[in-house]
């Protein structure tokens, strides 16, 4: 199952929309939702858990963004740290673990037992499935190291390669007076390749949003998805007069164009409230599930859509 979710409501004690957007990817990633987002989960082919975060604020266009983040566990607070203690956007790898210890997160291991388990399950079979192409030994039957062909072949992702073993934490807040915010987390593909930074901490891809227009942010295949930009191209939709439900639809009928099979979905509002989300159509999801938590609902729903 996918996990979004999409906010629309006063927000009470003094807090911001930027706080319901941390507080909700920090819930999140506290408890490990979908083994997708936090620590324990998703390990790259050496076994590490890393993770990836991001966080945009509406009024003023800062972000702030973490990608292949170790050892911290709260990667949507470390993006927050990002925008509010650097005139900087991203920061990745060990660098922006030191970064994080420097501002007082607490530095933990990521790995679990369940994470173990995983690289062992996938070492005894041969790291089946992998995201390698054109190299030696062949990585649709073999572990690495692995080498460049002399000559490289085109070549589609391993058929045994499950799209859906990773997911994303993604949320648009709005508040009664027209504040807005977007964010994510992760914790990216199973058997990445390390150092594999997907669309979830990239400005514009993972999430995006404007106070003025919308917000929008997106899940799936981040590999193909970040390179159209799904959540920006929707926001900039509405902008223009699309309702939400029509901009997310075109966000994706614009990367199915160009694959047909990729696994992706995206939630978007306006900023009268208004919300809508589309996905694609694959064997195995065929509906898009979300929650919305507004002013008019004790409690969050759960609402879907079925896919294109």
């Known amino acids: ?13 003094g807090a911001s929309v930027l706080d319901a957007v941390e507080t909700g990817c920090a819930r999140c990633e506290a408890d490990q939702c979908n083994g997708s987002v936090g620590f324990g989960g998703s390990p790259d082919e050496s076994g ?19 990608a292949d983040l170790r050892r911290i566990k709260n990667a949507i607070g470390v993006a927050r740290a990002v925008m509010e203690h650097t ?15 420097n501002m007082g997160f607490i530095a933990e291991d990521l790995t679990t037992n369940k994470s173990v388990n995983i690289l062992s399950e996938w070492l005894k079979g ?30 589609k992702r391993a058929q045994g390669a499950n799209e859906r073993s990773h997911d994303t934490i993604g949320m648009v807040a709005l508040d009664r007076d027209g504040h807005m915010a977007a964010g994510t987390s992760t ?4 058997h990445k390749v390390p150092g594999r930074v997907g669309d979830s901490p990239i400005v514009g891809a993972g999430a995006f949003v404007d106070s003025s ?8 295949d981040g590999d193909i998805m970040m390179r159209l930009l799904p959540s920006y191209l929707a926001v900039e939709l509405m902008r223009a007069g699309a309702d939400p439900s029509a901009a997310c639809k075109t966000a994706i009928s614009r990367i199915k164009r160009h694959y047909s099979g990729f696994f992706g979905a995206i939630i978007c509002a306006n900023t009268t409230g208004h919300y809508g989300a589309a996905c694609n159509k694959v064997p195995g999801f065929s509906q898009f599930h979300f929650m919305v938590s507004n002013s008019e609902s004790e409690s969050p729903l759960m609402e879907y859509v079925d896919c294109l």
């Open 1 to 13: 199952p996918i996990f979004s979710l999409t906010t629309r409501f006063k927000i009470t004690s």
């Open 48 to 66: 590490e858990t890393t993770l990836d975060a991001m966080i945009m604020n509406g009024d003023t266009m800062e972000a702030g963004a973490v």
């Open 87 to 101: 005139d900087h956007t991203l920061l990745v790898g060990e660098s922006a673990s030191v970064f994080a210890e």
């Open 126 to 155: 041969n790291c089946q499935p992998n995201y390698r192409k054109n190299v030696l030994p062949d990585p649709s039957a073999s572990c690495g190291p692995y080498k460049p062909r002399a000559t490289a072949r085109r070549n």
């Open 187 to 190: 914790n990216g593909l199973t």
């Open 213 to 220: 227009a919308g917000g929008a942010a997106a899940t799936g």
